[in-house]
């Protein structure tokens, strides 16, 4: 093989694996950026939201779904935790910023209201284990489990409300196992 012949091919090799470098590195760059901006993974970690998601469970969350709104009563949400904001935690929002909330006999009524929030997506009729009276502050919201009987919750935290901005993202879709992807 002459001398131009292998400069060549070397050439062609260099510049085919400088595409595959370059292929890789943008590819990477934008899961990085969907990650840290546009999406949240997570895996729940207990049984606290059963059987809306069960322990184990795979969900992505959308980090832009409260950038020109506010977050709603009822939305599924993954938030640090606030008693240890290393940890992320999902649950369902019950309070609202600004509004009472009180739990009795496992009941929920906001702001002093003699009907009750639908309870409909628990898991079991709730106990009135962790019963009580909160007054969510403004800029906070008051969580709780669809498994209340099992929840570690707003309930029962020593900082009782997530703070707006500790909220990452709301759920969307449950991705893992494959068998029960669902939209939220």
């Known amino acids: 093989m002459s001398r131009k012949k292998r400069e ?9 694996i400088l ?5 890789i590195a943008v590819v990477v760059g934008l899961m990085l950026l969907l990650q840290n901006f546009v999406i949240i ?37 993954i938030f ?10 999902i649950k369902r929002i019950i309070g609202l910023p600004g509004e009472t909330v009180d ?17 409909s997506f628990c898991r079991e009729t709730p106990n009135g284990d962790y019963d009580g009276h909160w007054v969510v502050d403004d800029n906070g919201y008051f969580m709780m489990g669809d ?4 929840s570690w919750d707003s309930r029962c935290w020593v900082h009782t409300f ?22 939220f």
Do not use: H
Request: no cysteine.
């Open 80 to 89: 640090r935790f606030p008693d240890d904001e290393s940890k992320l935690y």
């Open 162 to 183: 997530v703070q707006r901005d500790k909220i990452l993202g709301k759920a969307l879709l449950r991705y893992w196992p494959f068998t029960k992807i669902k939209m």
């Open 41 to 77: 993974n997570a895996q729940i970690p207990s049984a606290s939201m059963e059987t809306t998601v069960m322990t184990g469970d795979r969900i992505f969350g959308n980090r832009l779904a409260y950038l020109k709104s506010d977050p709603k009563r009822f939305d599924i949400v």
């Open 8 to 16: 060549d091919s070397k050439d062609s090799l260099l510049k085919e």
């Open 103 to 119: 739990v009795v006999d496992g009941k929920v009524y906001i702001n002093g209201s003699q009907e009750p929030l639908d309870d």
């Open 19 to 23: 595409d595959y470098v370059v292929t």
């Open 147 to 150: 498994n209340r009987n099992d």
